[in-house]
């Protein structure tokens, strides 16, 4: 079999049309191998999917931290889990992007049993398909933005020159190509956790998971950073991302509650739009027209955004 990472199967983008002037688009989620993906391109294809996930930490004593979690996760989705702290958000998060393994139930990424994965193969399956983006930046000090970013795709199976050609291409995507050669320590908050989306987006990943990626920032940085998140999206990455906080919530286009353990939609999952009786002046902006109020020039190719499904 081919690499287990790598998603192959029906839908092309433009992410596949070579593997070295890639526009970062995201990896195209298998289409092919999935029962319920359907003939035609209908909807986009499946990239994560869980049934009856359950994690318990073994204790003493015990945490059941996520029970009975059913979702599905299709390319081009922004979709935002909220919750309590303790809720069990960044577990689920945590067996999404392979880091950790679910003590019941069935995960397929990109349309593969994970379970069936070696530990090697999880990694490289981690490596190629997952973007992981935390609270903390977690860059090297020392070392710059371009390196840091390159550091990413170290285990990806791409040659160094290659790498930091793509870390500067990304680092651009992503606003900072005059901050590329700049250490962190010379950076801002929000200027490290956009070296650090970079690094994650730089390998083309099937999903950019978000765990708490405005936590330690301000609230102009935070702006920011949401900014670039929705552009992403925009442009066809499909995101997860996990924050406490419903204001950040509400900038993605599907939320989902986590509530001790388990996992719900919401209400807010539908855009919010003007009551036809409304006077224009109380009308609400829409949610998705403020989330894509561009700050940052273009961040991916448009061809890339197949994967798109708009609400
Ligand atoms: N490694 C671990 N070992 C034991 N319990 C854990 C571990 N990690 C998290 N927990 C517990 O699992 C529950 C969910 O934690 P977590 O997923 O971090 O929640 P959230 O991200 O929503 O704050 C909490 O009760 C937490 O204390
Ligand atoms: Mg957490």
């Known amino acids: 079999m081919g690499d287990p990472a790598d998603g192959q199967g029906g839908r092309r983008t433009a992410a596949d049309d070579g593997p070295t002037d ?5 990896r195209a989620a298998s289409g092919g191998e999935l029962p319920d993906d359907g003939p035609g391109d209908e909807a986009p294809a499946v990239v994560a999917e869980l049934r009856g996930i359950e994690l318990t930490y073994p204790g003493p004593p015990p945490v059941a931290a996520v029970r009975g979690c059913d979702l599905q996760i299709r390319a081009g989705e922004y979709v935002a889990i909220t919750g309590a702290s303790g809720s069990g958000k960044s577990s689920l998060l945590n067996i999404i992007g392979l880091l950790d393994q679910p003590t019941a139930g069935a995960y397929r990424l990109n349309g593969l049993d994970v379970a069936q994965l070696s530990d090697g193969q999880r990694t490289a399956a981690r490596a190629r398909a997952i973007g992981f983006v935390f609270q903390s930046f977690h860059l090297i000090g020392q070392r710059t933005a371009t390196e840091n970013v390159a550091l990413g795709m170290l285990y990806a199976q791409v040659r160094r020159p290659e790498r930091l050609r793509r870390a500067r291409q990304t680092l651009a995507q992503v606003g900072l190509a005059a901050r590329a050669e700049a250490v962190p320590p010379q950076l801002s908050g929000g200027e490290q956790q956009r070296v650090a989306i970079a690094r994650a987006l730089a390998s083309q990943p099937s999903l950019l998971l978000c765990d708490e990626p405005t936590g ?4 102009a940085a935070t702006a920011t950073v949401l900014d670039l998140l929705a552009r992403l999206h925009d442009d066809g990455v499909t995101i997860v991302m996990i924050t406490h906080d419903p204001a950040v919530a509400r900038r993605a ?15 807010d999952t539908a855009p919010t739009v003007a ?3 409304a006077a224009p002046a109380a009308a609400p902006v829409p949610r998705r027209a403020a989330a894509r109020t561009p ?3 273009p961040i991916l190719a448009p061809a890339a955004a197949s994967g798109r499904r708009r609400p």
């Open 22 to 26: 890639h526009p970062h688009g995201p």
């Open 216 to 219: 330690n920032l301000d609230s």
């Open 253 to 267: 286009e599907r939320v989902l509650v986590m509530d001790d353990g388990r996992l719900g939609e919401t209400a």
């Open 275 to 277: 009551a036809p009786t």
């Open 295 to 297: 700050k940052i020039g």
